[in-house]
């Protein structure tokens, strides 16, 4: 803060659930950090939120104000059995009082949108600076947040709303559609989707590929994915071309040998994706230069089945048109 701006207050708290870090919250926040010298931020819910536990809540928090531009801000551990949210609010304001003590944080301002706010400030012998109560600058709550969080994803931050976005990859051998049906998906979702990255390096390479290539491809589309997860324009999915176990495939076809950096991102793919879709091989094999021919392709496609399968991935096999493809897609996800 500029040397002609002095603080208003020494020390300012703000105590929420931040189920999720919403654009409200962080309207408290900066008028907190405009007022006080120092602010402490503690993410306290009980019970917490399975989907978006208190250290994930407090990490979004510190990725969108990071210490080195915030050096005023601390962010306040969890700590032990924390009453119910349900329970009445003096219970609460003992609770964070005795709490409070114990670290030795003493604030002499809290900052709240709520109406509980006064008492709460009262009870630790602070200023209430209350923020946007009528929700007329950011009109929303964490409640309405979580019952349609797409539909309010306005509202978050593109780092917090990527956690809430869903991975669907598309697999298949080459030329089973999987790269325009991935196009599609975007399209027709109206969301973000992902091309194989894998071709960039393969076309790069002059298809000469080795172990190192690979994992440089596995890194490569993971960073695709993570990146259209915060896109503008993404909604609830990303359309994956491709995965890291697929990956490790070719690593073995092409070169006999694949890192073990590689193999663990493989294993790591069930977790990653909410959805496995497979293009079937009931399309006409196209050679563009680059591709084997139609019976290498089936034993392509087998080794994508097997592994699969070995893996215990549940999967749904595509067939027909682009269009008819796209419709088992949305059916799919819709159930």
Not at 59 to 72: K, S
Not at 81 to 98: C, S
Not at 229 to 246: I, K, L, R
Not at 292 to 301: D, F, L, M, S
């Amino acid at each position: 803060m500029p040397e002609s701006c002095p603080s208003r207050f020494r020390h300012g708290l703000i105590v929420g659930k931040f189920a999720p870090f919403h654009r409200g919250h962080m309207l408290l926040l900066d008028r907190a950090l405009e007022q006080c010298g120092r602010v402490s931020v503690w993410v306290y819910s009980r019970p917490d939120f399975p989907d978006m536990p208190s250290p994930l809540r407090r990490n979004w928090i510190r990725a969108l104000y990071p210490a080195r531009l915030f050096p005023g801000l601390e962010l306040l551990p969890d700590a032990p059995q924390p009453p119910l949210n349900d329970q009445p609010d003096a219970v609460h304001r003992e609770y964070v009082r005795g709490v409070l003590d114990g670290w030795g944080v003493h604030p002499d301002a809290v900052f709240t949108s709520e109406d509980y706010g006064e008492a709460f400030a009262a009870s630790l012998g602070a200023a209430h600076v209350c923020v946007d109560r009528a929700r007329e600058m950011v009109p929303i709550s964490g409640t309405a947040l979580r019952a349609d969080v797409h539909a309010n994803r306005a509202f978050l931050d593109p780092v917090v709303y990527a956690h809430f976005v869903r991975r669907v990859v598309i697999l298949g051998a080459e030329s089973t559609g999987k790269s325009t049906l991935t196009r599609a998906l975007g399209e027709a979702f109206g969301t973000a989707w992902v091309r194989e990255y894998g071709r960039d390096v393969y076309e790069r390479e002059n298809g000469a590929l080795s172990p190192d290539h690979f994992l440089e491809i596995a890194r490569g589309h993971r960073a695709l994915e993570d990146g259209a997860a915060m896109s503008p324009g993404v909604h609830h999915w990303v359309f994956s071309d491709t995965d890291a176990a697929t990956t490790l495939m070719w690593s073995y076809l092409l070169t006999g040998t694949a890192l073990p950096e590689l193999h663990a991102l493989a294993d790591g793919c069930q977790a990653r994706y909410a959805h496995v879709f497979l293009c079937d091989t009931d399309i006409a094999h196209e050679q563009d230069g680059w591709r084997a021919n139609t019976e290498v392709r089936g034993v392509q496609q087998a080794f994508i089945r097997q592994d699969l399968t070995s893996r215990g991935a549940a999967f749904t096999v595509l067939r027909g048109t682009v269009a008819d493809r796209v419709a088992q897609v949305r059916e799919g996800l819709e159930d």
